[in-house]
């Protein structure tokens, strides 16, 4: 009796098994994402059977040791942390095919009048845009590109009906110049309103799946999917203590040097995905244009173009370190955009390597490693490791600043202050808002009295220097403080508002909505706030630092996205970790209640699933990139035949108008400006192109189509001379309009 009791124990337990490797293998990699499959489900579960059958041989000849009463409570934690995170990050919709197929029915009647035609324009169930063909309509409906059309009379309402799965709720969009009586039925669940008459679209939402029954469905699926991930971790874990027996330093040195794997890895992906061409923004061309005057010897702001003061382009000159950094590049390579990006990653990498030195006294290895993944593999950061900007050096510049202001701020050797002060001077040269670093540091130094120090003079002093002999040298620098003229406080509104957008988007998530939050931006912004309260009563450089970031960002009259974020990109990774570090600190306040695996699980569950949907949002934001070349821009053929065409088509002496006067001025050799265009005052156009004595006019008709109009109805001014997809390029003739 007892042996049949340990046999039929037995059976259950493996034939728990198989259903869960069953559970796992159909709908995280078999099952279609919105259809249920009996074939499918049939073959998957013969093969997981199969398995199952190979495993129990296996542990009958000790094979593998794994004992079901043997499985830890962390272990099991484990098992449903990964269980949560496959169904709940990487294969939602899968479970779509769950819900019971229903019968819709829309019923249309005028309100009012005889008779009323009206179009269905738009149906969803939740899922995806329902073809007009899933429909049965009845026998006078014609299908149109305007939509359905529909008429129904008085008495003799137009019934459509559908049948399938609903997921959420079922949205139409109907509209119709008189108003309509509408019953709507899916399921037992029936709607009767009113549609007003008018050109606007109108929308009829049936709603349909319980969420209650749906979440009961989901959390049984990840109940039985986690009892074969447990078991699989246990012998996992039976493994890796075999193995660090065996080897007893090779799992501590694996995890030691986790960061550099982490960064190596990520090192090979950047220069595997170094892409040609270039966007348009012409920032590049002017620091380019620096460079190739530093490297020929000649006046350094003499980029070839006219400053129109009509149109915002940037500073006469930009600080000359980035400059200075690409000419010896240039004077090698000439005009070679890929040598370029090489000196950008290279700083890049570099940058990502300080931050993981300065998480060295903050962090643990494994906490390290996931914070130099998480901010080195931001698509963000990645796709400005191949433009030519100033960004990635000042990333740069700023870390080494930061680590060499705490290591001598801490009596450190080696570290002399002088040297922090020459980074700092050095990130004062890349970006004029360097400046931030040097009031975040004095800042610090004030609070902490290190300014009473020895060394702190030059530390300070040589910043302070750089920045009086930038303003000597290159007075036009300062062009910046130009750009604020227009500052008003509809400035601060709207610069708040993208920036709260920028922080619900610095995630990449968008799962598991909450309102008009996902939930990964929901942790991610909380744990980054949590964490930068705790450090509050720290405070030190680099939280004056993010603050002043932002404050700049705020009160900035001219929107550069995600630009100006980049610099403090690395600290919003380490206060998200800090913070999170942080709920741990507090469930260790409440040992003496005997939370066992659920208080040291709950921490690691909310890490893994953040993790996991920052990365999940990753690989769908490189899933819409092309990973070897710019999509548009200054690389595309139609871009490359303008260029072609302007240095051979016009004399050396020409003057182009065109949007984007650097880029053109530095791969044609030709004086450009920017002309200042309005649709409602073209005036404005032929004032500028008097002013700066155009020769010829290039347009960009994706952008400006307005303006292309305005010069083809034009022709006494002017006359087409070439023309491709993207560009038509005029000879201006006469400059009355």
Known sequence: MKRTAVIFRQVILWGILWLSLLVNVYFLIVQPRTVFSLRRLTFT?????????????????????????????????????????????????????????????????????????????????????????????????????????????????????WRGRIWGEFVVNVRSETSLSVHAQAGSQIIKTILEGGADERTIRLPRLSFIYYAVLYLLVIALGSFSLAWAGQTGMEGVSRLNQHYPALLSRFVEHLPVIFLSGISVFYLLTLRSGHPWGDDFAQYIAHARNLAQGQPYTAIGILHNPAVVLGPTAYPPLFPLLLAPFYAVFGLNLTAFKVVETACALSALWLFDVWLRERFQAPLRALAVLLAGLHPWFWNYKDQILSDMPFVLLGMLTLVGWERWRDSRRGVKGWMVGLAMAAAIAARSVGFFLLAAVLAEA??????????????????????????????????????????????????????????????????????????????????????????LPHIGAVEGYFLGTLAMIVLWPHSQDVRFYLPILFFVFYYVLFGWQQIITFLRKFSRFSFGAVQKG??????????????????????????QEFRAGIGLPASQQMFAYIREGTREGDVVAFFKPRALALFTGRTAFAPYWNPQQPQRLMEDLTTFQADVLVVWKPEYSALAAFARNNPAAFDLMFENNDFEVYSVTSLEP
């Open 602 to 627: 709950i921490p690691v569950f909310v890490l893994a699933f953040f993790t996991a949907g920052v990365l999940h949002g990753y690989l769908n934001d490189y899933g819409g990139y092309s990973l």
């Open 446 to 535: 004030l609070l902490r009295r290190r300014w009473q120090r020895r060394g702190f003079l030059p530390l300070i002093g040589i910043p302070l220097l750089a920045v009086v002999l930038l303003n000597l040298l290159l007075p036009s620098t300062g062009d910046y403080l130009d750009q604020t003229r227009g500052w008003n406080w509809s400035v601060l509104q709207e610069n708040i508002a993208s920036m709260i957008s920028i922080f619900q988007d610095i995630w990449r998530g968008n799962l598991l909505h909450i309102g008009e939050f996902d939930l990964i931006s929901v942790l991610g912004i909380g744990l980054l706030w949590m964490g930068f309260l705790f450090r």
């Open 45 to 161: 579960a013969g093969a997981t059977l199969f398995a199952t059958f190979l495993l129990w041989l296996l542990t009958r000849r000790r094979l593998i040791r794994t004992d079901w009463q043997k499985i830890s409570p962390r272990v099991w934690w484990i098992g449903i942390t990964l269980a949560a995170v496959l169904f709940l990050i990487a294969p939602a919709p899968s479970l779509h095919s769950l819900t019971q197929p229903v019968e819709v029915r829309l019923l249309f009647e005028p309100v009012n009048q005889e008779e009323a035609s009206f179009y269905l324009i738009w149906l969803n169930n939740g899922l995806v845009d329902l073809s007009f063909n899933e429909l049965e309509l009845p026998p006078s409906a014609q299908i149109s590109p305007q939509g359905i059309r529909l008429t129904a009379r008085a008495g003799q309402p137009a019934e459509v009906r």
